[in-house]
């Protein structure tokens, strides 16, 4: 690994360790990290876009060892695709709540930055539940409600829970959320 990569693993492993000391992510400074890391202040925005940037993916290096692993898992089960795309949901709405402490932050970001990776993950399970000929376009955008609805839903929850009645943070209610958007999407 050259020196380049070394600082990039540096920096993430330091802000995934700072991640597993704070109460609270807002206490994570640049300068906390650089001092953490021994490097420069500048160095965070020399190989992230922003520390916001860095603390995504170190957060996705976190919890997202459990997530790829509930999505192999449900990708390789037998079971119908709407139950295998049930199921990852559920499971991903699952890792979202026990780990709220990271992800309830970070939402902001993905929704308005980040690339839709869980989108195209799900993309091969949302053709998988169609009989009929749709578009690619057609596929795309509902994968693209399911996921982005369930990350609002998270980060707004309470408001969501005042509009709805329904409290996402609450597990059974929250998997009856799932199999009601998975059933207005999917006949």
Same mark, same amino acid.
């Given at each position: 690994?050259?020196?380049?990569?070394?600082?990039?693993?540096?920096?993430?492993?330091?802000?995934?360790?700072?991640?597993?000391?704070?109460?609270?992510?807002?206490?994570?400074?640049?300068?906390?990290?650089?001092?953490?890391?021994?490097?420069?202040?500048?160095?965070? %925005?020399?190989?992230?876009?922003? #520390? +916001?940037? &860095?603390? @995504?993916?170190? *957060? $996705?290096?976190?919890?997202?060892?459990?997530?790829?692993?509930?999505?192999?898992?449900?990708? %390789?089960?037998?079971?119908?695709? #709407? +139950?295998? &795309?049930? @199921?990852?949901? *559920? $499971?991903?709405?699952?890792?979202?709540?026990?780990?709220?402490?990271?992800?309830?932050?970070?939402?902001?970001?993905?929704?308005? #930055?980040?690339?839709?990776?869980?989108?195209?993950?799900?993309?091969?399970?949302?053709?998988?539940?169609?009989?009929?000929?749709?578009?690619?376009?057609?596929?795309?955008?509902?994968?693209?409600?399911?996921?982005?609805?369930?990350?609002?839903?998270?980060?707004?929850?309470?408001?969501?829970?005042?509009?709805?009645?329904?409290?996402?943070?609450?597990?059974?209610?929250?998997?009856?959320?799932?199999?009601?958007?998975?059933?207005?999407?999917?006949?």
């Amino acid at each position: 690994m050259n020196k380049s990569n070394n600082t990039k693993e540096l920096l993430i492993k330091t802000v995934v360790e700072l991640l597993q000391e704070c109460t609270d992510i807002s206490e994570i400074t640049s300068r906390k990290i650089t001092k953490r890391a021994n490097v420069n202040l500048s160095t965070i %925005n020399y190989y992230f876009n922003s #520390k +916001d940037e &860095l603390v @995504n993916i170190s *957060i $996705n290096k976190l919890i997202g060892n459990t997530a790829d692993i509930y999505f192999q898992n449900i990708v %390789n089960s037998s079971g119908s695709p #709407k +139950d295998k &795309l049930r @199921n990852f949901l *559920i $499971n991903i709405s699952d890792i979202i709540v026990d780990y709220e402490k990271y992800t309830k932050q970070i939402i902001p970001y993905i929704l308005l #930055k980040e690339k839709f990776i869980q989108t195209m993950e799900i993309l091969p399970l949302v053709k998988g539940c169609f009989k009929e000929n749709k578009s690619d376009k057609e596929f795309r955008v509902i994968s693209y409600q399911l996921i982005s609805f369930m990350q609002l839903a998270f980060y707004r929850s309470d408001e969501f829970k005042s509009f709805s009645k329904i409290d996402i943070m609450n597990k059974k209610e929250r998997d009856a959320l799932i199999n009601m958007e998975l059933n207005l999407l999917i006949k």
